[in-house]
């Protein structure tokens, strides 16, 4: 997760085909999700394969809002309900 760029995002699958195992997405998930500095290693920027906000223990908006703040989303590109 630190190697993930300002203002880019990636999938939970990409990450999982980078270790070497297209079939470990749960676990790429279950370490993202147990990240306890995410100030430092930005997790919101990993994504659903289909672009959705998936979990965000900050909550989905601010994920939005912080993917939105980074130019990863536009405003009207994704909504939550």
Not at 18 to 30: P, S
Not at 34 to 58: D, E, F, M, Q, W
């Amino acid at each position: 997760m630190s190697k993930i760029s300002f203002g880019t995002s990636v999938s939970y699958l990409q990450i999982a085909k980078r270790l070497g195992d297209e079939k470990a997405i749960r676990a790429a998930a279950n370490a993202n999700g147990k990240n306890p500095v995410a100030i430092l290693i930005p997790c919101h920027r990993v994504i659903g394969s289909n672009g959705s906000l998936t979990g965000y223990a900050g909550g989905l908006w601010r994920k939005k809002f912080l993917l939105e703040l980074e130019g990863v989303l536009k405003k009207t590109q994704l909504e939550l309900f």
